[in-house]
């Protein structure tokens, strides 16, 4: 097993705005409201000014600039107020940031209603929690304008974490060797999308469910990678898989699936592959709490802490199924990462 990435990725930077509840609430609102892009055109200015240009109430501003001012967003100079130098190295990840915010902030009420059955009743808390409920895939099938917006509104949250994930993932796996990849549950083609911009010679075919295809079509359609991602839908447990590929990727997908499904999809990955393929496995391992405890942005993560198993899982079953050499290297994210890759006939 190799450990690398010691050096989390600049983007993670995001995370040091987003620890504190209060504070994180406050960014959020300065993003949404305009306060942010009106300092970005007129910093320094003056809390005044910066009032009458929002058309706000002084008090309110006020506050909500003490918040920033504590949350190390703004800071105050004799000319006004101003972004930080360390806030403004962020705003190049501004839809990470927008994104975890509304993420956290749709977890939130979960942890506060249902915090003893998140402990005690799994079960129980699935019924009653508002993440999972959003992430119903049995509402990915039939094409009512509703079950759309629910997808599209989940789908938001996982193609932004990708678009970031992936970068990292490319840092640590040469892609270049590849020509054809399935990714299984590969949600807007982001992933692929990603790998396919990095390696010009890739072609791929992103695998999901039938409305979240129809949304990844759209998504990748104006990128100029567009015409090497193609979609299929349907139920990767019980449809007829595509074939010939030299890769297959499950990115933050396998955790969903108890054991018995989780190993069925990758038994079924196995015969998408040419002779020599590869099997890649890119998933969150177990949830750890942090020293400092769990920072807002990671509320989504607990919820979903039982899902996020250790590596040894894929790995023993990749080698029951004929893998005979499976490595897993692990990238130090906002939580440990794991890539499994496992390739058919060994190395
Ligand atoms: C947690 S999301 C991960 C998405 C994406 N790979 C990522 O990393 O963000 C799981 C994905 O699996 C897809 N999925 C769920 N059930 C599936 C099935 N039976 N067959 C294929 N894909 C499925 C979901 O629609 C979703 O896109």
Known sequence: ????????????????????????????????????????????????????HLGGEQDGLDLLLDLLAANSVVQETPAGVELTPSFQSVLPYRDLLEAKIDFATLAAPDILEHFPALINDPAGFQRASRIFRLFNYQHCFDPTPENLRRTRAWMRFTTVLTRYEAQACLAVHSFDRYGRLLDIGGNSGEFALQLCRACPRLEAVVFDLPLVCAVGREHVAPAPEAGRIRFVAGSALTDPLPGDFDLVTFKSMLHDWPEAEAKRLLTRASQALTPGGTILIYERGPFRVPTAGVPFSLLPMLLFFRSFRPPSFYEEHLRNIGFPVVETQWLNLELPFFLVTAKLGGW
């Open 1 to 52: 097993m190799k450990a690398v990435s010691r050096t989390p990725p600049s983007y993670l930077q995001v995370d040091a705005f987003l620890t504190g509840f209060v504070a994180a609430c406050a960014l959020g609102t300065a993003l949404r409201t305009g306060v942010i892009d009106t300092l970005l055109r007129l910093q320094p200015v003056a809390r005044k000014s910066l009032a009458d």
